[in-house]
């Protein structure tokens, strides 16, 4: 069957995508999800703090996903759950195997990529040490304390300040732990300053910056972990060992967007946000194959999510209509052969890049972007750019320059590595722009 469009992933991203390309008018809609059901990490981030951009109301994970569930039930939305999807081609065709159904190719007119992220595990940050049990990463003991009902452990170390391990280091106290500590190599934390001040500050647990877990000990389970002091390079201070009594370490250090099938469908992929390269609109480098959410980049609020997914939707509906108003139009010419088919698809993909298009790039003091590359002819109003400073600054100045000019500047009191930002660009701006564009950071001084 070739449905309109195949939604990869039925997290908040691909639940987004799917209800605004069904409002968009597209009638064969098909989620794919590898778990038995809808909602992706929100069913397991059983604390509140969700939904305040979006709905305006503050709510749990279940409760932002259960309400977009009961909207993609009122529609005929299809939806493929316990389903893995294994690959995706360039043309469109989605392999994916499930108990029911066993071995499928699928095909679509066009896809969106909403996967999520993954966590960083042990053997990325390379911890020395023995390999004992109760060594394991933040998002993993979440599941297993809100979903599974386990308790990982009793006395707790946490390495990493991200968000999943901040609220885990809360969580653990209220079911009856005790974090020794939250431990994070960098100068400043990796999460959200509200999870900073909730769930440490509030429970007077201790947070070590500039410091990182050097040993692990323990035969069967952990029994004490160093912690020791990092220089400017983030190598370990001799003589500033700290020991630990401790079971159970849990791992936030870093969350990672998942694209494997991406990088097998030959989507390019961006070396700073280990996510797809999207252009304004969430397509990525192959046309018809777009992106969104965690898959593109880490996000720290699902509200923004929510919005980018609701933008790959609409836009891949627009690419939809487009490519059936083609195949209509070719049905109507008795004499079109294939080849010349084939040749209306490829011109249509080579329109996608055609026109004027500018890179839109990183530049001092900020981490990444996204898009990656704006194409003023597909612009309607403005475009949308999210990015992430590469330290804490205050009284600062985002500059957004084509070459030596000046395009738009925008004051900031106050940036975190942990939050992202957003800046709109209107497309009277962008249309004065000749060379690529360029995103800086600067003090107010500057």
């Keep these: 069957m070739l449905y309109d469009m195949i939604v990869v992933g039925g997290g908040p991203a691909g639940l987004a995508a799917a209800l605004a390309a069904w409002n968009k008018g597209l009638r064969k809609v098909l989620i794919l999800e590898r778990d038995g059901e809808l909602g992706g990490i929100l069913n397991q981030c059983i604390h509140n703090g969700f939904g305040l951009q979006y709905f305006k109301k503050e709510l749990t994970g279940p409760e932002y996903a259960g309400r977009f569930i009961r909207m993609i039930r009122e529609t005929d939305i299809r939806i493929g759950l316990d389903t893995m999807v294994l690959e995706i081609t360039p043309q469109k065709e989605v392999h994916a195997i499930s108990k029911i159904l066993g071995y499928q190719i699928l095909h679509a007119k066009t896809i969106v990529l909403a996967m999520g992220c993954r966590e960083r595990a042990r053997g990325s940050v390379m911890i020395p040490g023995t390999r004992p049990a109760g060594v394991l990463t933040a998002g993993t003991a979440q599941r297993y304390v809100n979903m599974e009902g386990y308790m990982p452990g009793r006395r707790v170390v946490i390495l990493?300040?991200?968000?999943?391990?901040?609220?885990?280091?809360?969580?653990?106290?209220?079911?009856?732990?005790?974090?020794?500590?939250?431990?994070?190599?960098?100068?400043?934390?990796?999460?959200?300053?509200?999870?900073?001040?909730?769930?440490?500050?509030?429970?007077?647990?201790?947070?070590?910056?500039s410091h990182t877990i050097t040993d692990i000990k323990g035969r069967d389970r952990v029994e004490r972990v160093t912690v020791s002091k990092v220089d400017d390079a983030r190598k370990p201070i001799p003589?500033?060992?700290?020991?630990?009594?401790?079971?159970?370490?849990?791992?936030?250090?870093?969350?990672?967007?998942?694209?494997?099938?991406?990088?097998?469908?030959?989507?390019?992929?961006?070396?700073?946000?280990?996510?797809?390269?999207?252009?304004?609109?969430?397509?990525?480098?192959?046309?018809?194959?777009?992106?969104?959410?965690?898959?593109?980049?880490?996000?720290?609020?699902?509200?923004?999510?929510?919005?980018?997914?609701?933008?790959?939707?609409?836009?891949?509906?627009?690419?939809?209509?487009?490519?059936?108003?083609?195949?209509?139009?070719?049905?109507?010419?008795?004499?079109?052969?294939?080849?010349?088919?084939?040749?209306?698809?490829?011109?249509?993909?080579?329109?996608?890049?055609?026109?004027?298009?500018?890179?839109?790039?990183?530049?001092?003091?900020?981490?990444?972007?996204v898009p990656q590359i704006i194409r003023t002819e597909k612009v309607e109003k403005q475009v949308e750019i999210s990015f992430r400073t590469d330290r804490i600054r205050y009284n600062s100045v985002v500059r957004v320059m084509s070459g030596d000019k000046r395009i738009a500047a925008y004051k900031r009191e106050y940036m975190a590595p942990g939050e992202m930002e957003r800046i709109t660009l209107p497309l009277g701006l962008l249309e004065t722009a000749d060379r690529d564009l360029q995103i800086v950071v600067e003090d107010y001084s500057a």
């Design 239 to 369: 003589g500033t060992e700290i020991v630990l009594d401790c079971d159970t370490v849990l791992l936030s250090v870093g969350l990672i967007p998942e694209n494997e099938l991406s990088k097998q469908a030959g989507v390019e992929i961006d070396p700073r946000t280990g996510g797809a390269v999207v252009f304004e609109n969430m397509e990525t480098s192959i046309p018809g194959i777009y992106a969104c959410g965690n898959a593109v980049h880490v996000h720290d609020l699902v509200d923004f999510v929510t919005i980018e997914g609701e933008k790959a939707g609409s836009a891949a509906a627009q690419t939809t209509r487009e490519v059936q108003t083609e195949q209509a139009v070719l049905v109507t010419r008795t004499v079109q052969t294939a080849q010349t088919a084939q040749a209306a698809q490829t011109a249509r993909d080579k329109s996608v890049a055609a026109g004027h298009t500018l890179p839109l790039r990183a530049g001092e003091g900020v981490s990444y972007t």
């Design 160 to 209: 990493g300040s991200g968000d999943i391990g901040l609220i885990m280091a809360r969580r653990m106290v209220l079911e009856g732990a005790e974090v020794l500590a939250c431990v994070e190599i960098m100068s400043h934390p990796g999460g959200l300053n509200r999870n900073i001040v909730q769930c440490l500050h509030d429970y007077s647990i201790p947070l070590y910056l």
